[in-house]
Nanobody, 120 residues
Framework: QVQLVESGGGSVQAGGSLRLSCAAS????????MRWYRQAPGQQREFVAT???????NYADSVKGRFTISRDNAKNTVYLQMNELKPEDTADYYC??????????????WGRGTQVTVSS
């Protein structure tokens, strides 16, 4: 069974930094795009950043220049380095990945989320 597990969330003051990690486990043949989303209380889930299997990245305008997405294909892991954090970055952060299991269909998988709280 393929799983995504996030880690690295926590509480930080405005201007601080956090690094999120998301590791995929299971019998995996390949991983295509890996993405981060976030959902603030009372808000819809929104796209944060994406990285392709060859390292092409794209970001939401709200995080450009502050967040950096990267991945380690050998470890099936994606990272989100978050700098210059603002109170409006407070949310639950979710990892998403399009994965081809060794047996099964290409599908989107989601982690359970990790909480980020930024205080002013």
């Amino acid at each position: 069974q393929v799983q995504l597990v996030e880690s690295g969330g926590g509480s930080v003051q405005a201007g601080g930094s956090l690094r999120l990690s998301c590791a995929a486990s299971g019998i995996i043949y390949s991983i295509n795009d890996m993405r981060w989303y976030r959902q603030a209380p009372g808000q819809q889930r929104e796209f944060v950043a994406t990285i392709s299997s060859v390292g092409t990245t794209n970001y939401a305008d709200s995080v450009k220049g502050r967040f950096t997405i990267s991945r380690d294909n050998a470890k099936n892991t994606v990272y989100l380095q978050m700098n210059e954090l603002k109170p409006e970055d407070t949310a639950d952060y979710y990892c998403n990945a399009r994965i081809q299991p060794t047996w099964g269909m290409l599908s989107d998988y989601w982690g359970r989320g990790t909480q980020v709280t930024v205080s002013s």
